[in-house]
């Protein structure tokens, strides 16, 4: 991993502890605007203030407890980054169906139910990596820049559906939003150093007092004032319950939340590295299981589910400070807050406009981010197809909810929102353009001939005709060249060798077949002076090489003739 | 394989060009044992124009460090690409040998 020139302190860097409190200061004060999801759903349930007020707690001290897993570099646990976990607009729309139909304890053993499908889903991503490429991972960060950005106008403008697809807010309303936003636009592109690092946060800021000095309050806030300043967060008591036909909504919300990981955990990765590649799915998978388990946390805890924060990605990468270090800071503080209702009342007092503001700011980034995920691949004519036809599916979902809504009701899982629409879509087409896929090629190698040469040549001029990486296809000419000079020279072989080569954008397989006597693959190094000494020292070492050079080998015998198989991941 | 040597001071120069394979081990290994065996204990093996090593040429390196070892010379590598490197690592010699990113450190460690 290279650290890129435009960070401040990267992944792995420790910055001094004022640097990761007000970075991690930041980093809450971003979550403040969605922080509304809870809210809105104790609303549906009718709940009084001080319930929703013990629902902001608590989902403060799951969110930390999230932050904090999220930025783990355990074995199994923790995609290692800076991802702040945050309720999940995913989850409001079934959220607020289970509300009604059972009350918040059906929300929360649904939630449980979401969140360990998504855990349970984790292991299983290695296996399903062709189902998941870099440019549907690229789909899913743009589209949750195009998420996070028209929330923002939301909440600038004021559009509420609910209400009618006419702004409600006023003048002054707007010119705080886009004030504020010019204020972190400016200081992001003009300013160095602190200023640069902490314009979100100083735009927050500016824009609570000016909205304060304007008189533009949020309602929630002026209704929770009331609260005490310190208190334990009270824990719902009650059982979890469950129902057979929510299911299925919750499933497809988690799946959501799995792929919106996928995608931020693959953004994380690649505004920290400047080599990226390719996503590093090890890292994913635990990234995805922390998340899987953050929402099971929330529900025990009596929170709503969540998901990681594409906004705190889009933060870290305007600020510099990608540190995983800050996301120790943010969920300590998140945590501590929850003992302070006060806090709570002021996070969510923070103005509209305001809110909106710094969602724009931060939805510029993720775009961006996900435009250079899905470019950084060759756009093939398959690729072009699955990202044109996402794209324009999820967006004329926001642009055509009327015909959407009048869809089957099977159907509304899939078209509930643009976000699953898109994705939902890019998935099913990138299955369906598996097919045909692989590329195949092979050559006989004579005997006598120079099979080094005829070796490279061959796989490099398929490497290049398949598109593969270099690093890789060095990898397969130095297994099969030793592979073919270790026939010749101690397995007897009668007769031309057979190279088969076959590639698909995830794998390189490449297949050794000769008459002759079986190949022997050593698990256990020779030592040095069996290296020198031992008669077939040159041989072993030959073995335990392409043992270690390859993903996987494979040898069968079967009447004289011997195959080895070689497999590299790509 | 093509062997180019350069005489510097009390080291021998040795650049190996092209495959280090079975069949261009033996004069590498050949032409070690009769560079020691004329008294040079300080070798130092430029592997910049190696295009490729298999295990018969990592044989052929591990009894040249073994002869100059056992005349307490010293033996030092130089040159070695990434992809070297790569199968220097997964042959687990990275250990054994000295290994220096120039010629001239090499020399310096070599003499």
Request: with cysteine; net charge positive; aromatic share 8%.
């Amino acid at each position: 991993m290279t650290r890129p020139s435009n960070l401040i302190y990267g992944v792995a860097d420790k910055p001094p502890k004022l640097v990761c409190l007000i970075s991690g200061v930041q980093h809450v004060a971003i979550l403040a605007p969605i922080l509304i999801v809870p809210i809105l759903v104790m609303r549906a349930a009718g709940g009084s203030m001080e319930a929703t007020t013990q629902l902001v707690s608590v989902s403060m001290i799951a969110l930390g407890i999230g932050t904090m897993l999220q930025s783990l570099t355990c074995r199994w646990l923790g995609s290692g980054y800076l991802i702040s976990f945050c309720p999940s607009n995913a989850y409001f729309p079934a959220s607020v169906a289970a509300v009604k139909l059972g009350g918040m304890p059906l929300v929360f053993g649904m939630t449980l139910i979401a969140g360990a499908i998504e855990a349970l889903a984790a292991p299983l991503l290695r296996k399903m990596r062709p189902f998941f490429p870099a440019e549907i991972s690229g789909i899913c960060v743009l589209l949750i820049g195009l998420l996070v950005g028209m929330l923002g106008i939301r909440q600038v403008f004021g559009i509420d559906e609910s209400v009618g697809p006419s702004g409600t807010s006023t003048v002054p309303e707007i010119a705080l939003g886009f004030g504020t936003l010019g204020l972190m636009m400016g200081l992001n592109v003009w300013s160095r150093g602190s200023l640069r690092m902490y314009c979100a946060i100083i735009g927050i800021l500016a824009g609570v007092a000016g909205g304060f000095g304007m008189g533009i309050v949020n309602a929630d806030a002026v209704a929770a004032s009331h609260v005490s300043i310190v208190a334990f967060p009270k824990w719902s008591p009650s059982l979890p319950q469950f129902r057979l036909d929510l299911v299925i909504p919750f499933a497809i919300t988690a799946l959501a939340g799995c792929i919106r990981a996928m995608g931020d955990i693959t953004n994380a990765q690649r505004i920290n590295d400047r080599d990226w590649v390719r996503p590093d799915l090890t890292s994913i998978r635990n990234g995805v299981l922390a998340d899987g388990l953050s929402t099971m946390c929330s529900a025990l805890l009596g929170g709503i589910g969540g998901n990681t924060y594409s906004s705190s990605i889009g933060l870290a990468n305007a600020t510099g400070v990608t540190s995983r270090r800050i996301a120790l800071w943010t969920g300590t503080i998140l945590i501590v807050l929850a003992f302070f209702p006060i806090a709570a009342s002021a996070i969510v007092s923070v103005p509209r406009p305001v809110i909106g503001a710094a969602l724009l700011f931060n939805a510029c980034f993720i775009l961006i981010s996900g435009i250079q995920i899905v470019t950084s691949r060759l756009l093939d004519s398959r690729k072009t197809f699955i990202v044109g036809l996402a794209l324009v599916l999820s967006i004329s979902r926001d642009v055509f909810p009327g015909f959407y809504s009048g869809l089957p009701d099977v159907l509304q899982s899939f078209v509930g929102s643009g976000f699953v629409l898109g994705v939902s879509a890019a998935l099913l087409l990138n299955a369906i353009f598996r097919i045909g896929v692989r590329s195949k090629a092979a050559m006989t190698l004579a005997s006598g001939a120079d099979a080094h040469a005829a070796v490279r040549g061959f796989l490099e001029q398929q490497g290049a005709r398949w598109g593969a990486r270099r690093d890789v296809m060095e990898r397969a000419i130095f297994g099969t060249a030793q592979a073919v000079e270790s026939i010749a020279e101690h397995c007897n072989a009668r007769g031309p060798i057979g190279i088969a080569a076959s590639f698909d954008e995830y794998n390189l397989d490449v297949r050794i077949s000769y008459e002759g006597d079986a190949f022997m693959i050593d698990d256990r190094r020779p030592t040095d002076g069996e290296i020198r000494d031992a008669e077939d020292g040159i041989r072993r070492l030959a073995g335990f090489m392409l043992r270690q050079n390859a993903d996987r080998v494979r040898t069968t015998s079967k009447d004289g003739r011997t195959t080895l198989e070689f497999h590299y991941e790509h | 394989m093509e062997l180019v040597e350069i005489q510097k001071g009390d080291v021998v120069i040795m650049e190996p060009r092209g495959r280090m394979d079975t069949a261009g081990a033996k004069p590498f290994g050949d032409r070690v044992a009769e560079l020691i065996g004329a008294g040079s204990h300080h070798l130092l093996i430029d592997m910049t124009d190696i295009v490729y090593i298999s295990s018969a040429g990592f044989r052929a390196l591990l009894v040249a460090h073994k002869l100059i070892d056992d005349c307490r010379g010293k033996l030092v590598l130089c040159g070695v690409s990434p992809e070297l490197r790569r199968l220097f690592k997964i042959g687990r010699f990275l250990n054994l040998f000295t290994v220096c990113a120039t010629r001239d450190e090499g020399i310096a460690q070599a003499s």
